[in-house]
Nanobody, 119 residues
Framework: QVQLVESGGGWVQPGGSLRLGCAAS????????MGWFRQAPGKERVLVSA????????NEADSVRNRFTISIDNAKATVYLQMNNLEPDDTAVYYC????????????WGQGTQVTVSS
């Protein structure tokens, strides 16, 4: 069983930056991939960005391309999401996720961290 602990999040003004982190622990082996989803009030949870454990492939939403960057530190078993030029529409609960086999389907989830973008 993989446990995911998120860090970061909070409030920022439009145009600002935040970095989210998620540390993985437990399980018999490293995940195949890790990533971030977000869920805004009244909306479905959607993928933001994901990366393979080796870092050789990523999968990201069009809405965050060129603004958000995902990275992974294998030694720390931690995935990061650097979010720049944040917009009010980025306001959501952000969930860390890990997958045992895919860059698109995830079977482990963190508890979520709130990101609020407003002036």
């Amino acid at each position: 069983q993989v446990q995911l602990v998120e860090s970061g999040g909070g409030w920022v003004q439009p145009g600002g930056s935040l970095r989210l982190g998620c540390a993985a622990s437990g399980g018999n082996r490293s995940p195949y991939s890790m990533g971030w989803f977000r869920q805004a009030p009244g909306k479905e949870r959607v993928l933001v960005s994901a990366i393979t454990w080796s870092g050789d492939a990523t999968n990201e939403a069009d809405s965050v391309r060129n603004r958000f960057t995902i990275s992974i530190d294998n030694a720390k078993a931690t995935v990061y999401l650097q979010m720049n030029n944040l917009e009010p529409d980025d306001t959501a609960v952000y969930y860390c996720a890990a997958s045992s086999w895919s860059l698109y389907n995830f079977n482990y989830w963190g508890q979520g961290t709130q990101v609020t973008v407003s002036s």
